[in-house]
């Protein structure tokens, strides 16, 4: 999966995490379908493999997943044939050569996420973290921050993220707009630093799925939601194993009691 060359269009996030510019509160973002939600919710397999996808053709630009290792994709249905391919398209440090220079080769599964900034540290071999200073120089002093756990970091986190990324819009004629700053509906304020990041057929999704920035928008969300908590389904699915095992033995123990003292009553 290819990186887009434009880091323009792929500041993706960047304010997601920012204070707001000023006091006014945003809309409360609209409630979207997740699959993921409730508690017989499963994730979205599909969807989260084509979010992964805009994850790394946009935000993968300016935004690290540095929590995460390109093993732990198995967890959107890749296969391990696609999980190796997906790592060794990426260069990561391997520590020293012969004469004591440092080296890079392909990332394995079992790599970290490559970060766009790298901080150079040639002994940590496929670990690689955030070099906050250039990250700072390449966004005009704004540090785009990590997405591994942005949908956890606010209250009703998936709908926030879409509808910020859905939000972009002309600002109205009696709205002060700062310079360099973006009207958005639904960021606290109103005014976002970033660009807006996704534009319709942005990307060629694999399954044919038509790219509309909404559409865009709700798979990587999904991803991401799947990034922040890998273990969400497998912990829904030992819940529910766990009540009706709790239910099962209460009839049990019911049924038992009944027989015990049947003679009694």
Not at 79 to 102: C, E, F, Y
Not at 211 to 218: I, L
Request: proline content about 8%; some cysteine; glycine content about 6%.
């Amino acid at each position: 999966m290819g990186i887009m060359r434009s880091s323009l269009v792929a500041i993706a996030l960047t304010a997601l995490a920012a204070p707001a510019l000023a006091q006014e509160e945003a809309p409360t973002p609209p409630s979207q379908h997740w699959s993921f939600q409730g508690p017989f919710g499963s994730l979205d397999l599909a969807s989260a493999q084509r979010g992964f996808q805009v994850y790394s053709e946009v935000c993968s630009v300016c935004h690290s997943l540095e929590y995460l290792h390109y093993r732990d994709l198995r967890g959107i249905g890749l296969s391990a044939d696609q999980i190796k391919a997906i790592a060794a398209s990426v260069t990561v440090p391997q520590g020293l050569d012969d004469n004591g220079d440092p080296k890079e080769g392909p990332a394995t599964p079992a790599d970290q996420f490559k970060v766009p900034y790298p901080l150079p540290n040639p002994l940590q071999i496929g670990v690689t973290h955030t070099n906050e200073k250039a990250d700072r120089a390449a966004h005009n002093g704004a540090l785009p921050p990590d997405l591994t756990l942005i949908v956890n970091a606010r209250e009703n986190g998936p709908n926030y993220v879409y509808a910020v990324l859905t939000g972009y819009a002309d600002a109205p004629a009696s709205f002060k707009l700062m310079e360099g700053m973006n009207y958005n509906k639904f960021f606290p304020g109103h005014q976002i630093a970033m660009p807006q990041p996704l534009h319709d057929d942005q990307v060629t999704y694999a399954d044919g799925t038509k790219a509309t920035v909404e559409q865009m928008s709700h798979d990587v969300v999904t991803f991401l939601a799947w990034a922040a908590n890998p273990e969400m389904v497998q912990r829904k699915q030992m819940g529910w194993r766990w009540v009706l095992f709790f239910l099962v033995m209460a009839g049990l123990t019911y049924a038992v009691k009944r027989k015990v003292w049947a003679d009694v009553h």
